[in-house]
């Protein structure tokens, strides 16, 4: 599969709107150059997307806590179940995964492999504080570290779902990737979504990725050249010294009652993803050694550009009866 070759030594940068920037214990904020997952001991860069000359962040995570748990305690027992369809699209048109799609240039991109976390998801209310929800599987149960993981290639992946409590929304955000105690766990001590078995961990160094991409293109005339505007691979990931977990935003109305249930999609516009990593943002500043590989830079561009990007957008909102 495309990538193999590049996955050992792919960067794991950070990504979006906003992210923390709080130090682990042990480990000094400004001493990060060969704790960096996506780095070896030779590396010489936060690469976690936040250094000094890298953007100051847009805005705080919330609180992600200091333990790696399992089995998180339900926030809540009671709620409506809102479900979240990811769709991928490609120019405002559905994406197929592992068949080609047509893009604007008249080409074709088959995604070969695309794969995300999502944890910390929150409504945002009309006024007040953001409200902390809880991600659950189809049985009511807490999703493994509060962590959920979208594989194209697995359709049962694409729905997720939180246990809302009832109130207009205007709404939502959630975290990019997961918590720092888990990205600093190796993935032998930990379960599913969080294995070896996610295709989201490195084994010559730590850490996770948040976010991986890799896809083949074909031009129109048949050749294999792939334009500067859609990347090959994009990878994205943090920090194994600090939490640099990014936070993506996305507005529509959410209005949840006490029906018991409510769904909508929310729409991945590929194109867009692919603006933000190829764009020409200047990520000089981590770009050393093992991060100058083409994926890895090409997530970097896509963190920093994300805030002005839309990835995510939320489609119609329906309550269920």
């Known amino acids: 599969m495309f990538g193999l070759g590049m996955a050992m030594f792919g960067g794991v940068l950070g990504c979006a709107s906003a992210h923390s920037d709080r130090a682990a214990p042990g480990g000094a904020a400004g001493d990060l150059g ?12 936060d690469s976690g997307g936040a250094s000094d000359s890298g953007g100051a962040p847009s805005g705080g995570a919330s609180a992600m806590g200091d333990a790696c748990v399992e089995h998180p305690t339900l926030l809540r027992s009671q709620g409506t179940e809102l479900s979240l369809r ?15 799609n047509t893009a604007s240039d008249g080409g074709s991109v088959v995604p070969l492999n695309f794969r995300f976390y999502i944890s910390e998801v929150q409504l945002l209310p009309k006024s007040g504080d953001p409200v902390a929800v809880d991600l659950v599987t189809q049985n009511g149960d807490a999703e ?4 959920h ?19 207009e929304y205007v709404g939502f955000s959630f975290a990019l990737g997961i918590k720092l105690a888990c990205n600093q766990q190796s993935p032998r001590n930990l379960a599913d979504p969080l294995t070896d078995v996610s295709q989201m961990t490195w084994p010559h160094t ?14 129109a005339d048949g050749s294999s050249m792939t334009p500067s505007d859609i990347p090959s691979a994009v990878h994205m990931g943090g920090s194994i010294t600090k939490e640099m977990v990014p936070r993506a935003t996305v507005s529509g109305a959410l209005p949840i009652d006490a029906n018991g249930r409510a769904q909508a999609n ?16 200047d990520v000089s500043d981590v770009a050393i050694g093992l991060l100058s590989t083409p994926e890895s830079i090409a997530g970097e561009r896509l963190r920093r550009g994300l805030p002005d990007l839309h990835v995510f957008t939320l489609g119609e909102f329906q309550a269920i009866q």
């Open 34 to 45: 060969a704790n960096v997952a996506g780095t070896s001991a030779g590396g010489a860069s």
């Open 86 to 100: 990811l769709s991928p699209t490609l120019d405002g048109k559905p994406m197929a995964f592992g068949q080609p």
């Open 206 to 219: 730590g850490g996770f990725l948040y976010l991986r991409y890799e896809g083949r293109y074909t031009a």
């Open 149 to 167: 993981l979208f594989n194209a290639d697995d359709d049962d992946s694409s729905t997720v779902r939180v246990l809302a409590p009832v109130g």
């Open 266 to 281: 929310l729409y991945v516009a590929m194109d867009e993803m692919f603006r933000g990593a190829t764009s020409n943002v």
């Open 144 to 147: 493994n570290y509060g962590t």
